[in-house]
């Protein structure tokens, strides 16, 4: 039986993902006896398990799907609401939740999450991965699928064109090379030949990640998700999912690139466009003679290079929209280009007592010359982490600096079945054009770019199990002059570590 919101409390969180419990926890910690509210839309909160700092700013975790209660049983004074919050009156520093409950809090923050950015949002064969919920769904139609089409250039289409087997996927990316938020063209062309390749490996060695995936079927045809709030997926999200179709090949991926979707069409439409208009074009996989039956497919995507394709359905990996929309109306927050809550280096909101962690938020305070935000697992901890941090500082009236985990960026990941670890400027972002690149590559095997700039280390992107990511952390963030080292820092023969332990 769920608690019910109390009238007042001191200290109000919202948002039960990443950022939101850990923001909770630590301000659970820091004040014993002081009730902690945590008010989330979702019926489960994600908890950061065998947390394990492997360096100075690279950290592992595994992440658990978790009833509330098990959180309240770890922290008895956490109190979680499961409720979404409608509104916020700020100047009366009050929330008020789907239920129709109010509650005042003193120090409020907000880590209530993003949501994807659909293309052709409402289209009922366009879809989005987000939460636990989509991700069955998307298992539930891909079941059905001869040919989906994915869109987007990022994390979830690189996770999804590797991970979909018996089914044939179109890669629609606006890009020249895949993998654009993560790889330049170098990483891309490593990568590229794992899509084609049988899948006979077993997959590495990988953070566990439970969750449970309850069913969640919706009206017949529509693909769709529910407009819900739920927790985002995070590493390994597909271990627990059958991403297969209904064909028995494992990778069949075709990429168009340097291209966008221009139009949708249903069957019918496309069908009624063919037979009235001569210079409408064809089915492009039919020129192709992939499908010289003339399938036909539920959906039909026209491209900007003037190809349409048909498929089963499109899945919509364009990013995401921070879930700002309940908490504005009548307060007056600062957002940042992408939509976010702006924070300032203490995390804090442009509105009085409030602070907001996590990707609810853009960072708004002059960064570390090798850090940038990025909407992903880790930087959610380590928001959620130090916004409590400056609560508690702000409430107890201390001062605080910046959190260490700010200075670097660095973020472990899988993809292709590959480690990749990126640090600080891993692609040159925002570097003026004198950076040079270096590069060491074994085809298969492992993939290592460093960033320089002024005989610096700027960045890197290790790929495989290259194991430098400690020492070009160290080299990064101390920022000593690499010059003399020539191409040798790059050298498989030199060990590089003990030039600089
Ligand atoms: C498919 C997928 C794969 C990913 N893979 C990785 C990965 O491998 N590595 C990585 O680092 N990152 C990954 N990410 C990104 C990562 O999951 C997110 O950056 C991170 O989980 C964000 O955490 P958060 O706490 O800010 O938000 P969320 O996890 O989205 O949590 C938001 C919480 O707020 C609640 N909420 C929303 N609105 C309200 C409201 N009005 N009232 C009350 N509660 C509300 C929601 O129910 C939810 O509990 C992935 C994301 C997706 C979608
Ligand atoms: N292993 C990991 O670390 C993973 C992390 N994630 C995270 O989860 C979140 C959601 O992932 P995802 O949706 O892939 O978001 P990402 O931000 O990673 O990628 C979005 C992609 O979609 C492209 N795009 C945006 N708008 C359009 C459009 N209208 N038409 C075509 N392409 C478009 C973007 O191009 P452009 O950049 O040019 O705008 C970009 O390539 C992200 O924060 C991501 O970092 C997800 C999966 C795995």
Not at 159 to 180: F, R, T
Not at 276 to 300: C, G, I, R
Not at 338 to 351: P, R
Not at 420 to 443: F, S
């Amino acid at each position: 039986m769920a608690a019910p919101l109390p009238a007042r409390s001191r200290f109000v969180v919202v948002g039960g993902g990443i950022a939101g419990v850990t923001c909770a926890e630590r301000l659970a910690t820091e004040f014993p006896s002081e009730d902690i509210l945590l008010v989330t839309a979702s019926p489960v909160i994600k908890a950061v398990t065998n947390f394990k700092q492997v360096s100075k700013t690279l950290v592992e975790f595994d992440v658990e799907e978790q009833p509330s209660t098990m959180l309240e049983k770890r922290y008895p004074n956490i109190k979680v609401i499961e409720s979404g919050v409608k509104q916020l009156k700020s100047q009366e520093h009050k929330i008020f939740t789907e239920d129709g409950k109010q509650c005042i809090y003193e120090k409020l923050c907000l880590c209530a999450g993003a949501k994807p950015k659909l293309i052709f949002e409402g289209n009922p064969y366009v879809l989005g991965i987000r939460d636990t919920d989509s991700a069955q769904a998307f298992q539930n139609h891909l079941a059905k699928a001869k040919r989906i089409a994915v869109v987007g250039n990022g994390g979830i289409a690189l996770e999804l064109v590797y991970e979909i087997e018996g089914c044939e996927v179109i890669w629609a990316i606006k890009d020249k090379a895949i993998g654009n938020t993560f790889f330049d063209a170098g990483a891309a062309e490593f990568l590229i030949p794992k899509l084609t390749a049988e899948k006979l490996e077993t997959a590495i060695a990988c953070k566990r990640t439970k969750y449970t995936t309850e069913g969640s079927e919706k009206e017949e045809g529509s693909v769709a998700a529910a407009d819900k709030l739920g927790t985002a997926l995070g590493p390994d999200w597909h271990e627990g999912l059958h991403l297969k179709g209904t064909k028995e090949f494992s990778h069949k991926v075709h990429i168009e690139k340097l291209c966008e979707i221009k139009k949708i069409y249903l069957q019918q439409e496309f069908r009624q466009l063919q037979k009235t208009s001569l210079s409408f074009p064809k089915d492009n996989s039919d020129n192709q003679n992939a499908h010289p039956d003339e399938e036909l497919w539920p959906v039909y995507m026209e491209l900007t290079n003037g190809k349409i394709y048909g498929c089963d359905f499109i899945v919509s990996a364009t990013g995401v929209v921070p879930n700002v929309k309940p908490f504005l109306d009548g307060n007056n927050f600062a957002l940042g280009e992408d939509g976010g809550l702006k924070v300032d280096k203490h995390m804090h909101s442009s509105v009085a007592d409030i602070y907001a962690a996590g990707d609810i938020c853009t960072a708004s305070w002059e960064p570390s010359q090798v850090w940038q935000q990025m909407r992903l697992w880790t930087q959610a901890r380590q928001m959620g982490w130090y916004a409590a941090k400056c609560i508690v500082a702000d409430f107890l009236g201390e001062t605080i600096d910046m959190d260490f985990s700010f200075e670097l960026f660095a973020h472990v990941t899988k993809f292709f079945n590959y480690k990749v670890v990126l640090l600080g400027k891993y692609n040159a972002q925002g570097l003026d054009l004198d950076h040079e690149l270096m590069l060491r590559c074994t085809k298969g095997q492992e993939y290592v770019k460093v960033v320089m700039q002024n005989g610096r280390m700027m960045g890197a992107v290790l790929i495989g199990e290259t194991d430098l990511e400690e020492t070009f952390e160290n080299l990064i963030l101390n920022q000593m002059d690499l010059s003399a080292y020539g191409e040798d820092l790059l050298n498989p023969n030199v060990d590089i570590e003990d030039y600089f332990d």
